[in-house]
């Protein structure tokens, strides 16, 4: 069973970075799909970035230029690179990896960032 942890999340203040980490673990296989999501409270959970098994990213319009995933990291471990951090970017963020046919999603990580 694949189990995924995020971590990183905390209180920033708006302009400022921060990274959160995702690893995978409980297979030997290297998971090349991978996604962030976040979701404020009250709301639905909207996508953010995604790496392809092809290692092909993309990106939210609203992230864009702000937001990335580092290509370099150890096996079955993501990152997602946060600057220029804005208010409505407060949302707990969640890792999916996908892994044959399958998707398992973390319990989330809170992204707080201050006026």
């Known amino acids: 069973q694949v189990q995924v942890v995020e971590s990183g999340g905390g209180l920033v203040p708006a302009g400022g970075s921060l990274t959160l980490s995702c690893a995978a673990s409980?297979?030997?296989?290297?998971?090349?799909?991978m996604a962030w999501y976040r979701q404020e409270p009250g709301k639905q959970r909207e996508y953010v970035a995604s790496?392809?098994?092809?290692?092909?990213?993309n990106y939210a319009d609203s992230v864009k230029g702000r937001f990335t995933i580092p290509r370099d990291g150890a096996k079955n471990t993501f990152y997602l690179h946060m600057s220029t951090l804005k208010p409505e970017d407060t949302a707990v963020y969640y890792c999916?990896?996908?892994?044959?046919?399958?998707?398992?999603w973390g319990t989330g990580t809170q992204v707080t960032v201050s006026s």
């Open positions: 409980g297979t030997s296989f290297r998971i090349n799909a």
């Open positions: 790496v392809t098994s092809g290692a092909l990213t």
């Open positions: 999916v990896v996908y892994l044959g046919g399958m998707d398992y």
